[in-house]
């Protein structure tokens, strides 16, 4: 099986960002003890701050039968229409991602415009959450 992490706007400062909010932890060491714990499985990653690159890829992505995508779309899960429709369109299984727990944060976090077309949403986890979002698509 495939995967594909996307991440979005300000994620590519993972390490750096609000450490105590997004952890201390690098995207890339995120993605070198994925690639470790999961030898058999090809892990891509995408990272852009552009609403239409996210789209791209998704698209790019989303016909190839056996590929799950993990979506961590940052500030444009709470705004963005166009993701998500394009979540809609494609055909490969979306896990909606967050390291921290929206839920508890600003009233502007608590709502996603994705959640409706993805296949499920796992959040507040730290950078766990891409682990575990693996996990859900390699059992469906
Ligand atoms: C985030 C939560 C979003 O509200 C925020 O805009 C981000 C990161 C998270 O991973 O916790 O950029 O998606």
Redesign the pocket.
């Known amino acids: 099986q495939n995967i594909t992490i996307i991440n979005g706007?300000?994620?590519n400062l993972l390490g750096v960002r609000e450490p105590e909010i997004?952890g201390s932890e690098s995207i890339n060491s995120v993605l070198d003890k994925l690639r470790q714990a999961y030898p058999g499985v090809t892990v891509d990653y995408f990272q852009s701050n552009h609403e239409g690159d996210l789209i791209d890829c998704l698209q790019k992505y989303g016909f190839e039968p056996g590929r799950g995508i993990v979506l961590?779309a940052?500030?444009y899960?709470?705004t963005s229409l166009a993701i998500a429709d394009c979540i809609a369109a494609i055909k490969a299984p979306v896990v909606e991602v967050?390291?921290?727990n929206?839920h508890a944060r600003e009233p502007f976090?608590h709502q996603s415009m994705l959640s409706r077309v993805c296949r499920g949403v796992i959040l507040g986890f730290g950078t766990d959450v891409y682990r575990l979002a693996i996990e859900a698509l390699l059992k469906l």
Request: hydrophobic share 30%.
């Open positions: 706007p300000n994620l997004y961590n940052g500030a899960t709470h967050h390291i921290s929206v976090r």
